[in-house]
């Protein structure tokens, strides 16, 4: 069982940034792989960015050059660090983990957050 606590949304003007925070808490083996997903009104979840444990990152094409995603595998954290930020970058962002509940497990569940505001607006 893993439980996501997202923070650090709000209010931003155009080409201003935010910082994201995810912490991951409960109980696992391990976390393979940390990100970012996010939802407009009328709209279906999209990627944001994602981040393995080792490192590897993957980035949505609207947002590549502009956010930057890391994670700190002590403390089962992953942040978005946000710059340049659009009016289109508008939306309720989840964070996501795939994890292995167990030593022994075979395949990883994904968890989520509950989300957090951005809005980019003057």
């Known amino acids: 069982q893993v439980q996501l606590v997202e923070s650090g949304g709000g209010l931003v003007q155009p080409g201003g940034s935010l910082r994201l925070s995810c912490a991951a808490s409960?109980?696992?083996?391990?976390?393979?792989?940390m990100g970012w997903y996010r939802q407009a009104p009328g709209k279906q979840r999209e990627l944001v960015a994602t981040?393995?444990?080792?490192?590897?990152?993957n980035y949505a094409d609207p947002v590549k050059g502009r956010f930057t995603i890391s994670r700190d595998n002590a403390k089962n954290t992953v942040t978005l660090q946000m710059n340049s930020l659009k009016p289109e970058d508008t939306a309720v962002y989840y964070c996501?983990?795939?994890?292995?509940?167990?030593?022994?497990?075979?395949?990883?569940?994904?968890?989520w957050g509950q989300g957090t505001q951005v809005t980019v607006s003057s």
């Open positions: 996501n983990a795939e994890a292995f509940e167990r030593i022994w497990s075979t395949s990883a569940f994904n968890y």
């Open positions: 409960g109980t696992f083996f391990s976390i393979y792989s």
């Open positions: 981040i393995t444990k080792s490192g590897s990152t």
